[in-house]
């Protein structure tokens, strides 16, 4: 069965760094679309980030361009998302999950889900 394993989560100060990764099994990777998205509790589901098949297209929420980064290995079925200069306003548990065909900021739109992996930072 399809799996995502998202890692790389934990606690940092405000201004640090994180790279999360989500490690895909059992479909194939280079075939889909991935994203991450995040929730902070009490709040709906968000996204967060985006990327096309090839890696080649991304799309980034208005709160975090210019501060995460997207990417890909598709020969390791990889998502990764590097984190810079965080802020408290980052709090919140991330997914990574999988979609067919083009990729969506909508989380709907995506079939398969991670667990998910805690982002703390602390002001």
């Known amino acids: 069965q399809v799996q995502l394993v998202e890692s790389g989560g934990g606690l940092v100060q405000a201004g640090g760094s994180l790279r999360l990764s989500c490690a895909a099994s059992g479909l194939t990777f280079s075939s889909y679309a991935m994203g991450w998205f995040r929730q902070a509790p009490g709040k709906e589901r968000e996204f967060v980030a985006a990327?096309?098949?090839?890696?080649?297209?991304?799309d980034y929420a208005d709160s975090v361009k210019g501060r995460f980064t997207i990417s890909r290995d598709n020969a390791k079925s990889t998502v990764y998302m590097q984190m810079l200069s965080l802020n408290p306003e980052d709090t919140a548990v991330y997914y990574c999950?999988?979609?067919?065909?083009?990729?969506?900021?909508?989380?709907?739109?995506?079939?398969?889900w991670g667990q998910g992996t805690q982002v703390t930072v602390s002001s």
């Open positions: 999950a999988a979609k067919g065909g083009a990729r969506d900021t909508r989380p709907q739109m995506y079939v398969y």
């Open positions: 990327i096309g098949w090839s890696g080649l297209n991304t």
